[in-house]
């Protein structure tokens, strides 16, 4: 019995996520149950929340090789390759790598909030998943710091009944080669499994080759039928050469987009995680404790900083923490109340050298070819300290009415030691501002507010009211940016230990149904940021300082739909509309209130229609569009938008071996993954992948 109900917290399915694809039957939104927006396993239509998820099914399915090609099926999320998995990502946000969104693995944070990474997702074994589950819109209420964008949480797989061994391989264009690999056992009182993914490429473009070693152990032990422990071992290695995004002049990016200025970029990411879930539930409560280890450490020449601040960052955090709650259900008004605290203790380190670049070629299309390491610029220790209790209660007051509020306590702090002492490093021309050691702290309670009414059998409505907060970073607060002058480097260290959290109001209303046949999720919010991060220029000293004075406002419209148009043929779709603008934000270069922020299409849409002629056959023509933005805050240069169409398939051979393959952009559609303006105000492009085929072989026993 126990067994039963945590496997079914991860049956989920979403209409507007997955086609009905490999499974015989498509369910339908009504039958959706989420974890996440709760921490609790909860049924979606009584959850005041815009969850989207993606099946196990599907990602077993389509075999992603970069979380873009499944997170994008998602109403309201968007997410844009970098390089090899790296990724920018969109959710209620322009796509951006701002410490907006918070990663999730089974509900614990894949980092800790006081070492944000944009990347987090790929540290993660995304491909061998048991699902994903994406919650739009701010979360802080019940999972703090950096829940403003939205919370992505992976779920990873749960142990087989009885044993099974299986795996796949797959190759494809410019050198790509991936070998999944997975195996497990069930047994009276629990069982285990292991998922292992080796990836090697060498990238469509010049001096962009990767490889990844990774995988999940995950082991699940049950004491009567009670209580249970749930231990999870991931681990990432990732070597890649990191110039895939390298944006190119509008010459190149039509007729030479191979073309890298900057082979010299490289990232090397090791991560490890390990948490033991213990639950003890009876029939009307629940204690759950989970304490977990992690360790994540990065050497990185980031691409994207070569032009104006190059260096050779390694950093490194460890992080010791515990998440506890206790779940109390009544009878009366099916009263639920979640009472829990989140501890995370984080040491971490920065050890950073200038570098000192060969060049050839000026302005835009500068290539970067050579570097040596020049002298330290910074050489620190800090440590985040987080105590965050939490209260969730839950009522229904009518049989189609429940209500439900939560309110959070974050109580955050970093120890900051400084092996430079206070001052200035000087290097050549350049100024790194140093910090004497201190210790910064933040403290912020957070609500949400929330109801569910059932119209009808088929019929939902909520509505919430949720605020959000993001404390500063590590890098925000104590690795301020290079300076050209002592002074100025004096005043953006100063300012940048000033920095208070950004603070985030979110207002939505939506329905969810089934009329004829047809699931539908219509979602409208209005999200406003308050206190953002501004670079400015005094205009008593003329330094440039960051301060929290920015405004901005993100209000929209999602929509997924799914229906059966033929006994073997469905139809998903996901789209958006939203305006991303500026209320108030005025830096030294000029003034852009009222201007809609960069990097924001107003429209994306995702179509998938799936074919299963027979259980053994499965086919996806897919349908992805973004749509045009502005590569700039002044609103003067546009990027037109693209659709591009994908390709995938299944075909089983008999019940041991099966093949399956891909191709991506079909039409061979030349596109940019990111557009902006570049220093000297010339439109760069980072161009997207040509189509590209993939195509495989897995054999399951």
Known sequence: MHAERIRSLVALSCACAVGGAWAAEAETILEQVTVTGTREKERLVETPASVGAVKAEALAADKPAHPAQVMNQIPGAAVAVTNGEGHTTAIRQPFTTSPVYLFLEDGIPSRSPGFFNHNALYEINIPQSGGIEVNRGPSSALYGSEAIGGVVNVLTRVPPRKTELGGSVEMGENGWRRALLSGGSGYENGGFRADLNFTQTDGWRDDTAYDRKSGTLRWDQFIGDSTSIKTVLGFSEIDQDTGANSPLVREDYKHDPTRNYLPIAFRKVSALRLSSSFEHETADSLLSITPYVRDNSMDLLASFALRFDPSLAETRNQSYGLMAKWRQDFVPMRARLIAGIDLDVSPGSRRENRVNATTRGSGASQEFIAYTLGPRIYDYDVEYRGISPYLHGEISPTDRLRLTAGLRYDDMRYTFRNDFAAGVVQVGGSFYGQAADTTVSFRRATPKLGA?????????????????????????????????????????????????????????????????????????????????????????????????????????????LGAPLHRAVRIDVSMSYAWHEFESWKTERDDFGGNEQASAPRFMSNTRLTWTPTAAIRTQLEWSRIGSYWLDDANTVKYGGHNLFNLRGNYALNPTWSLFGSIQNLTDKRYAESAQLSTRSTPVYSPGLPRTVIAGVEAKW
């Open 452 to 560: 569910t009414y059932a119209l009808s059998q088929d019929t939902h409505l909520f509505a919430s009211y949720n605020q959000g907060f993001r404390a500063p970073s590590e890098s925000q607060l104590f690795r301020p940016s290079r300076a050209t002058s002592r002074e100025s480097a004096l005043a953006l260290a100063q300012s940048a230990l000033e920095l208070d959290a950004i603070r985030a109001d979110q207002i939505e209303l939506g329905v969810r149904g089934v009329v004829a046949g047809v699931s539908y999720d219509l979602v409208a919010y209005d999200l406003t940021k308050h206190d953002d991060i501004v670079s400015q220029r005094d205009p008593e000293t003329t330094q440039t300082i960051t301060t929290n004075a920015g405004k901005t406002r993100h209000r929209g419209i999602e929509l997924g």
